[in-house]
């Protein structure tokens, strides 16, 4: 079936850093492959989205790039800030077979804390 | 303004106690979702609807109940509470083919 495979954190960078949040995906047909972050306390927000193979979703200076080839679609940020400090989680949205449903599933999530 | 209200935000219940958490959303999608959130092991999908009236399983529906006779609400009844249902619930709506907007969550201690 399809599921998402996202790095098991916690993850704690320091302000500044570089980050890379991994995430892998098994699926039939063609997918969508999102991002959400959560803040503490509050519900999910869509960080970004990408519909098909080599798309880039951007955001908010985080960006993922659909990768086919390795199955992939890896958050990266340059240069984070104390305000990114979230829990991040990896979803593929897809269809059934007979293309009335879509469905999300999603990663276990990764928390990100960033130290000032 | 649009969004998703959930409520209450927070609930204390006892076992074996029927408790309802509500969900309402302004935008008219077809869609709506329940999920709840347990550490290890992320989002699970409860229940969903494609439309009024229209209601199917997710990936851990036991002991839940949902319906949806408006387009704008839909409720998850829990008929007889478990510690195990001890946990935080969204909601969440969408369009086909679009991501889902959530709630901010309803967190159920069951004692």
């Known amino acids: 079936g399809n599921s998402v495979t996202q790095m098991e954190g916690p993850v704690t960078l320091s302000e500044e850093a570089f980050l890379t949040i991994n995430c892998t995906y098994t699926?039939?047909?063609?997918?969508?492959l999102f991002w959400y972050v959560q803040y503490p306390g509050e519900g999910l927000q869509l960080l970004l989205k990408?519909?098909?193979?080599?798309d880039k979703g951007s955001n908010k200076g985080f960006e993922a790039t659909y990768r086919k080839e390795t199955t992939s679609f890896h958050l990266e940020k340059g240069s984070v800030q104390v305000s990114d400090s979230a829990v991040y989680f990896c979803?593929?949205?897809?269809?059934?077979?007979?293309?009335?449903?879509?469905?999300?599933?999603f990663g276990k999530g990764t928390l990100l804390t960033v130290n000032p | 303004d649009a969004g998703i209200t959930q409520s209450p935000r927070y609930k204390i219940t006892e076992t074996g106690r029927q408790v309802t958490l509500m969900c309402h959303q302004t935008?008219?999608?077809?869609?709506m979702f329940w999920y709840r959130q347990d550490l290890g092991h992320g989002l699970r999908l409860i229940y969903y609807?494609?439309?009024?009236?229209?209601?199917d399983k997710g990936e851990v529906p036991d002991g839940y109940v949902v319906s949806r006779s408006k387009t704008e609400n839909f409720p998850l009844t829990l008929e007889s509470a478990t510690r195990s249902q001890t946990s935080v619930y969204f909601c969440?709506?969408?369009?086909?083919?679009?991501?889902?907007?959530f709630g901010n969550g309803t967190r159920l201690t069951v004692t």
């Open positions: 969440a709506s969408s369009e086909r083919a679009t991501p889902l907007h």
């Open positions: 699926a039939t047909g063609y997918p969508s």
């Open positions: 990408a519909t098909k193979a080599d």
């Open positions: 979803a593929l949205g897809w269809r059934n077979s007979g293309g009335s449903n879509y469905k999300l599933t």
């Open positions: 935008w008219s999608h077809s869609y």
């Open positions: 609807s494609a439309a009024a009236d229209i209601t």
